[in-house]
């Protein structure tokens, strides 16, 4: 089946800097990718619609400029998490979607700031 | 508001016996809902999904789900759990296969 992978992993950082995480489908063209964020003990958060070529669309409530998204290619797209501060501490999971408009879901990244 | 409720947050059962992981929802419109399984260090799994017709879905892995128009509901049922059924089950709803809307996850803990 289509493989999404996210890197890292784990990263922890200090608060005030910034940390990107990657999302990439494997085996597969993706034009649209979501980012989740999801906290302990809660549902998936639906963060933005990341469209390849063009701007995100973010969720209500979702800073813009604090979650910075770049969908540079059909199979990678990027999360910056900027100025980061102990509360943007979660677990970020991607999706990719293929041809079939199925969501193919990423391991996730633990963010932990500092 | 549109929402999905799993009222378990963690559910314990013996290997080789029947499971019922519930799941209510509070939509607008006929939804698309979706049973997702997710295990430690990997993503969510697909495991069925139920856009119209036959209301009993067959998914993977011996699981199936029942659309209840009536109750708002689409539970999930296997009837003979193994060890590796152990993970984080989600249920979800969304206007189409875009924006899903996540219930809080059921745990599932399976004894030999």
């Known amino acids: 089946g289509a493989v999404v992978s996210q890197h890292p992993s784990r990263v922890i950082c200090k608060s005030g800097t910034s940390v990107k995480i990657e999302c990439r489908s494997l085996?597969?063209?993706?034009?649209?990718m979501f980012w989740y964020r999801q906290f302990p003990k809660q549902s998936l958060m639906l963060m933005a619609t990341s469209n390849e070529g063009s701007k995100a669309t973010y969720e209500q409530g979702v800073e813009k400029d604090k979650f910075l998204i770049n969908h540079a290619s059909l199979t990678l797209s990027t999360l910056t998490v900027t100025s980061a501060h102990p509360e943007d501490s979660s677990f970020y999971i991607c999706?990719?979607?293929?041809?079939?408009?199925?969501?193919?879901f990423g391991p996730g990244t633990r963010l932990t700031v500092t | 508001a549109q929402s999905v409720t799993q009222p378990d947050i963690h559910i314990t059962v013996s290997e080789g016996a029947s499971l019922e992981l519930r799941c209510n929802y509070s939509y607008g419109a006929t939804p698309y809902l979706f049973w997702y399984v997710q295990s430690p260090g990997q993503g969510l799994q697909l495991l069925l999904k139920y856009f119209s017709g036959d209301t009993l879905v067959q998914g993977i892995k011996g699981f199936e789900a029942e659309f209840k128009r009536s109750q708002s509901s689409f539970n999930l049922r296997k009837p003979s759990v193994h060890w590796s059924d152990a993970a984080e089950y989600f249920c979800?709803?969304?206007?189409?296969?875009?924006?899903?809307?996540f219930g809080t996850g059921t745990r599932l803990q399976v004894f030999p």
């Open positions: 999706s990719a979607r293929d041809e079939t408009y199925e969501q193919y």
């Open positions: 085996d597969f063209q993706a034009t649209t």
């Open positions: 979800a709803v969304g206007a189409n296969t875009d924006k899903l809307i």
